[in-house]
Structures are given as structure tokens and as C-alpha cells.
């Protein structure tokens, strides 16, 4: 079971677009750089290290390369059964569930990412990871304080981050140090996150929420504030105003994601701060980073092979109506582009639903996976019927009933016992 993480402000690079300029998934840039009216793909590709620093082209960018990855890997016929983001990050996971559409979850972006520029140059901050602490100690050390500074992450075992006026978060780093805090890290920001002096900048985001349109979320996303799934669209608009003063509990969003029977923890962006924390925080279960396209066949070997990335089995090539994902598994693409219609007698589980959820062939829930053979009918796009070039079970539909799909989109996808007839 795949769950997809995003990263948050921090994880940005210099030139963190390059390794995606050729592949098909960089058309989503110039689509971004038309709704946000600048050029993104020189941000992307040029701009210096302290340009990408500042608040609003950090979220900025680091929002739109972690949808390029995605959009990546769903090409390859991948599709997570829950995600999460972490701060900025869980704008991508609400994009990632359907939750709210590209276009929204970039404007709201640009909303959070220029309010939190102004609040903090009203109210100056910083914050500092604490290695080597528990929690309760790093609250203690800001209760201890006595001063501006609050616990602003939970980010793993042994690793918090504080923040809030330089005063209040250096007194709490000397107390940290006191009760056996082995490093304390300034990290370069620009104000207190997820803390109360970022309240200035909710008016902007609540505006900018209000006029988003948030759907009910196709795979479960847990949210930052309560590390809860939450599956109600009218739930979402109070969360991520929420989350602008309150502190990321992301630890707890690991354990929920393992608690939903997580496997392998995919985290798609740039950097791959988030995979380290989840090793921390998850030994037991595989943490992969997806930064660049050559990290894709280490996803597709991890998913293939019970052992993960360290298997023996590999990409095999595409064929014109299905794709070669590995040894056991297909997935079978669309012949043209139109309205995708699955084959009503099919059943599989949906798009990011879980096994025993509704499926999209039959509406029926709790029946078995469909066995196909080689050249029988999956569906139609349009008045194109797809029949598929591989026999086996069917894992999950990869589309949804009545989306437009576009030639060479997969549709489902198959697990085989051998090499296609």
C-alpha cells in the first residue's frame, strides 16, 4: 500500500526543475506559470539560492515541482491510497486526493505564501530544530522560557523545531540544552510558522480559501493539525486556516499512515527531508524519495518486489496499448483521448479507494478483483473500445468513470502471473 508525502518550504534547490525539463510531466510549468502571471519555469531553472528563499517563491516553487513528480509517477500508473503533506506540502496532497484542483491549490499558494511574507515582517521570527529531545522536554523548554516561543513541528522521534521571536526561541534552546538536547539548528526562514505571530496572515488566507471550490477528497488525506484523515470537504477550508498558527504534527501523520497500512512511503518533491524523518519515524515500513525522473524506476522496483528498491526487477519497455510496469504487473493506457467509460462488469477497487470500498465497474463494494484475459473489453473512451494486451487480475482503476483522458493515460492496472500472450 502506497502512501505519497510532499514536502514543505525548505526543501527547495537551485535549478530543482532541470532534471524534469525533458520529460512529458514539465507541461504542467508553463500551465502554472499562465494562472500565477510570472515565469515559473525561471524559477525553477535560474533563480540564486537567496531569490528562492524568500517565503513566497519558496512555497511557490517547491508547490508546483512536487505536482510535476506527481503527475510523473501517476504516468507510470501509480496511485496512492492515502497521502499527506507537511505544512505547504499538504497543499499538494489536497491536489494529489482531488480535494481542490490544480489551478485553486496554486492560487491559494501564492495567497499563503505572499500573507506569510507580510506577517513575518509585522511580526519578526525564526525558529530552531532541537535534536536528541522529546517532546514534552522541547514544550517544557518553551513553557521555561518564559517568552514568545512555541513547539511549531513534530517532526520525528528526537527531533522538534521551535520557533518564535529570536529572544523567546534562543532562551527555549538554552533550557533544551539544560534538559539534554544534543544539537540546536537554526534554520534560515523568514518568520515564526505554525505559531501564533503568524495570525496577521489568516484575513488573506480565508479570503483566498473562501474563493477555492474543495471537493470531497477521492484518497483519504491526513490533515496537519490532528493528524486525523479527514474525508469531508467542508472540513478542509477550517484545517488549512488552522494550520497557519498551530504546529505540524507530522510524526503523529506518519503513525496514522502506517496505522492505515502503509507499506512504503513515497515522498514526492524535492529534497528528501521528509523519507529521513520517516525512517525515524517508521523504521519498519519503506521510505522512498521520487526528486527526479531517474528515481521513478526505484519507486516502480520498490512496488514490485516485496524486498523494495534493493530487488532485482526491472523496467521493461512500453508497447503501444499497454505499458510494462515490471515482471508481474501492466498497466493497461487509453488508445486516444475522450471520456473514459470502465466496463460495467469489471470490478476493482476505484481510484485511491481501498480493497472492499465501492468499485467503479459494478458500484458494489467487498467483491473480488476481476480476472481479464488478453483482448478482453476493459472499457471505452469515446466509441474506442480498450481491450487489453495482457491477461490477469485487475489491482486498481487508474481512472475514474467520465474523466477525460488524454492518448497514452493508463486506465488500469493488472496483475499478471507471466509475460503477456
Given at each position: 500500500?502506497?502512501?505519497?508525502?510532499?514536502?514543505?518550504?525548505?526543501?527547495?534547490?537551485?535549478?530543482?526543475?532541470?532534471a524534469?525539463?525533458?520529460?512529458?510531466?514539465?507541461?504542467?510549468?508553463?500551465?502554472a506559470?499562465?494562472?500565477?502571471?510570472?515565469?515559473?519555469?525561471?524559477?525553477?531553472?535560474?533563480?540564486?539560492?537567496?531569490?528562492?528563499?524568500?517565503?513566497?517563491?519558496?512555497?511557490?516553487?517547491?508547490?508546483?515541482?512536487?505536482l510535476?513528480?506527481?503527475?510523473?509517477?501517476?504516468?507510470?500508473?501509480?496511485?496512492?491510497?492515502?497521502?499527506?503533506?507537511?505544512?505547504?506540502?499538504?497543499?499538494?496532497?489536497?491536489?494529489?486526493?482531488?480535494?481542490?484542483?490544480?489551478?485553486?491549490?496554486?492560487?491559494?499558494?501564492?495567497?499563503?505564501g505572499?500573507?506569510?511574507?507580510?506577517?513575518?515582517e509585522?511580526?519578526?521570527?525564526?525558529?530552531?530544530?532541537?535534536?536528541?529531545?522529546?517532546?514534552?522536554?522541547?514544550?517544557?523548554?518553551?513553557?521555561?522560557?518564559?517568552?514568545?516561543?512555541?513547539?511549531?513541528?513534530?517532526?520525528?522521534?528526537?527531533?522538534?523545531?521551535?520557533?518564535?521571536?529570536?529572544?523567546?526561541?534562543?532562551a527555549?534552546?538554552?533550557?533544551?540544552?539544560?534538559?539534554?538536547?544534543?544539537?540546536?539548528?537554526?534554520?534560515?526562514?523568514?518568520?515564526?510558522?505554525?505559531?501564533p505571530?503568524?495570525?496577521?496572515?489568516?484575513?488573506?488566507?480565508?479570503?483566498?480559501?473562501?474563493?477555492?471550490?474543495?471537493?470531497?477528497?477521492?484518497?483519504?488525506?491526513?490533515?496537519?493539525?490532528?493528524?486525523?484523515?479527514?474525508?469531508?470537504?467542508?472540513?478542509?477550508?477550517?484545517l488549512?486556516?488552522?494550520?497557519?498558527?498551530?504546529?505540524?504534527?507530522?510524526?503523529?501523520?506518519?503513525?496514522?499512515?502506517?496505522?492505515?497500512?502503509?507499506?512504503?512511503?513515497?515522498?514526492?518533491?524535492?529534497?528528501?527531508?521528509?523519507?529521513?524523518?520517516?525512517?525515524?519515524?517508521a523504521?519498519?515500513?519503506?521510505?522512498?524519495?521520487?526528486?527526479?525522473?531517474?528515481?521513478?524506476?526505484?519507486?516502480?522496483?520498490?512496488?514490485?518486489?516485496?524486498?523494495?528498491?534493493?530487488?532485482?526487477d526491472?523496467?521493461?519497455?512500453?508497447t503501444h496499448?499497454?505499458?510494462?510496469?515490471?515482471?508481474?504487473?501492466?498497466?493497461?493506457?487509453?488508445?486516444?483521448?475522450?471520456?473514459?467509460?470502465?466496463?460495467?462488469?469489471?470490478?476493482?477497487?476505484?481510484?485511491?479507494?481501498?480493497?472492499?470500498?465501492?468499485?467503479?465497474?459494478?458500484?458494489e463494494?467487498?467483491?473480488?478483483?476481476?480476472?481479464?484475459?488478453?483482448?478482453?473489453?476493459?472499457?471505452?473512451?469515446?466509441?474506442?473500445?480498450?481491450?487489453?494486451?495482457?491477461?490477469?487480475?485487475?489491482?486498481?482503476?487508474?481512472?475514474a468513470?467520465?474523466?477525460?483522458?488524454?492518448?497514452?493515460?493508463?486506465?488500469?492496472?493488472?496483475?499478471?502471473?507471466?509475460?503477456?500472450?
Open positions: 500500500m502506497l502512501a505519497f508525502t510532499f514536502p514543505g518550504q525548505g526543501s527547495q534547490r537551485q535549478a530543482m526543475g532541470a524534469w525539463v525533458d520529460h512529458p510531466s514539465w507541461e504542467l510549468v508553463p500551465e506559470s499562465a494562472v500565477a502571471g510570472r515565469d515559473l519555469e525561471r524559477l525553477l531553472l535560474e533563480a540564486p539560492m537567496e531569490e528562492l528563499t524568500a517565503t513566497a517563491n519558496a512555497q511557490l516553487a517547491t508547490f508546483v515541482t512536487s510535476v513528480v506527481l503527475d510523473a509517477v501517476e504516468r507510470v500508473g501509480l496511485a496512492p491510497s492515502a497521502c499527506a503533506g507537511h505544512s505547504l506540502g499538504e497543499y499538494s496532497a489536497l491536489v494529489a486526493s482531488g480535494a481542490i484542483s490544480f489551478e485553486d491549490g496554486l492560487r491559494l499558494v501564492i495567497a499563503r505572499e500573507a506569510m511574507n507580510r506577517a513575518g509585522d511580526s519578526p521570527g525564526t525558529m530552531s530544530a532541537l535534536i536528541g529531545i522529546s517532546d514534552d522536554d522541547a514544550e517544557a523548554a518553551c513553557q521555561r522560557a518564559e517568552a514568545e516561543v512555541w513547539v511549531a513541528n513534530y517532526n520525528a522521534p528526537g527531533q522538534t523545531v521551535i520557533a518564535g521571536t529570536v529572544e523567546g526561541v534562543n527555549a534552546a538554552a533550557v533544551a540544552r539544560e534538559l539534554g538536547a544534543r544539537r540546536v539548528l537554526p534554520l534560515p526562514v523568514s518568520g515564526a510558522f505554525h505559531t505571530l503568524m495570525a496577521s496572515a489568516r484575513p488573506a488566507l480565508r479570503k483566498a480559501i473562501g474563493d477555492a471550490v474543495f471537493l470531497t477528497p477521492e484518497i483519504p488525506v491526513v490533515a496537519n493539525v490532528d493528524a486525523r484523515v479527514h474525508t469531508d470537504a467542508t472540513d478542509w477550508p477550517g488549512l486556516s488552522a494550520q497557519l498558527c498551530s504546529p505540524v504534527r507530522w510524526r503523529q501523520c506518519v503513525e496514522t499512515l502506517t496505522g492505515l497500512g502503509t507499506t512504503i512511503l513515497v515522498e514526492l518533491g524535492p529534497g528528501g527531508v521528509l523519507t529521513g524523518l520517516a525512517r525515524r519515524a523504521p519498519d515500513i519503506e521510505a522512498i524519495s521520487v526528486a527526479t525522473p531517474a528515481d521513478l524506476d526505484r519507486l516502480l522496483e520498490a512496488v514490485a518486489s516485496p524486498g523494495g528498491p534493493r530487488g532485482t526491472r523496467v521493461a519497455p512500453v496499448y499497454g505499458e510494462h510496469l515490471y515482471i508481474s504487473e501492466r498497466v493497461v493506457v487509453s488508445p486516444s483521448a475522450g471520456i473514459f467509460a470502465p466496463e460495467q462488469s469489471l470490478s476493482a477497487p476505484g481510484v485511491g479507494l481501498l480493497p472492499g470500498t465501492a468499485r467503479h465497474g459494478t458500484g463494494a467487498d467483491q473480488p478483483p476481476s480476472m481479464v484475459s488478453v483482448g478482453d473489453l476493459v472499457g471505452r473512451v469515446g466509441v474506442t473500445e480498450v481491450r487489453t494486451p495482457f491477461g490477469g487480475q485487475l489491482v486498481r482503476w487508474l481512472a468513470p467520465g474523466e477525460r483522458v488524454q492518448e497514452g493515460q493508463p486506465l488500469l492496472w493488472l496483475h499478471v502471473a507471466g509475460e503477456p500472450s
